[in-house]
Antibody, heavy 120, light 106 residues
Framework: QVSLQESGPGLVRPSETLSLTCTVSGGSISGYYWSWVRQTPGEGLQWIGYILYSGSTSYNPSLKSRVTMSVETSENQFSLKLSSVTAADTAVYYC??????????????WGKGTTVTVSS | IQMTQSPSSVSASVGDRVTITCRAGQGLNNWLAWYQQRPGQGPTLLIHGASTLQSGVPSRFSGSGSGTEFTLTISSLQPEDFATYYCQEAHSFPVTFGQGTRLEIK
């Protein structure tokens, strides 16, 4: 059974870069789209973007200028970088997998999430 | 696409039937999913394609609707069903979520 685990600093200074990694266990990273989604009390769930196992990416236009995703297939990991963070980027960040039997973007496996606070 | 769920919260008892509604700002061609989220956990996919039950999800969960109005029904609430539920449209880019419906024990 595939499981996902987010990891990274829980505190990031304003204007710096948030960096998170998602480790895929119990299955291969190959053949799937992998996403990052964040959740805040005010904005709810927001899809940040995806990276395909091959490295192709697509980002939410609202965050595109600040987001970079990468994949390391040998490590079964993928990563998120969000630059120039502000307090508005304080959220719980989830990694998730798009099920590859779906004709559309539905996410069938999620991590438990990691809380990132932006504060000086 | 703007996704609006109602109610924002609902109180019910074990054994009750509960229905949650999700309205979309434009037609979705049934590209809609429902998720359950328990405290401290990531969302779990319940239903996709508006009405297709995800593998392993109990049959007391069902989804219906088309176009712009969709419903999630739980036919007989179990203790583990008290959680927050979200709809997600998969028709447009980027995908968007409803604001959530919190299901509480009465």
């Amino acid at each position: 059974q595939v499981s996902l685990q987010e990891s990274g600093p829980g505190l990031v200074r304003p204007s710096e870069t948030l960096s998170l990694t998602c480790t895929v266990s119990g299955g291969s990273i190959s053949g799937y789209y992998w996403s990052w989604v964040r959740q805040t009390p005010g904005e709810g769930l927001q899809w940040i973007g995806y990276i395909l196992y091959s490295g192709s990416t697509s980002y939410n236009p609202s965050l595109k200028s600040r987001v970079t995703m990468s994949v390391e297939t040998s490590e079964n990991q993928f990563s998120l970088k969000l630059s120039s963070v502000t307090a508005a980027d304080t959220a719980v960040y989830y990694c998730a997998r798009r099920g590859n039997s779906f004709p559309r973007y539905y996410m069938d496996v999620w991590g438990k999430g990691t809380t990132v606070t932006v504060s000086s | 696409i703007q996704m609006t769920q109602s109610p924002s919260s609902v109180s019910a008892s074990v054994g009750d039937r509960v229905t949650i509604t999700c309205r979309a700002g434009q037609g979705l061609n049934n590209w809609l999913a429902w998720y359950q989220q328990r405290p401290g956990q990531g969302p779990t996919l319940l239903i996709h394609g508006a009405s297709t039950l995800q593998s392993g999800v109990p049959s007391r969960f069902s989804g219906s609707g088309s176009g712009t109005e969709f419903t999630l029904t739980i036919s007989s609430l179990q203790p583990e069903d008290f959680a927050t539920y979200y709809c997600q449209e998969a028709h447009s880019f980027p995908v968007t979520f409803g604001q959530g419906t919190r299901l509480e024990i009465k």
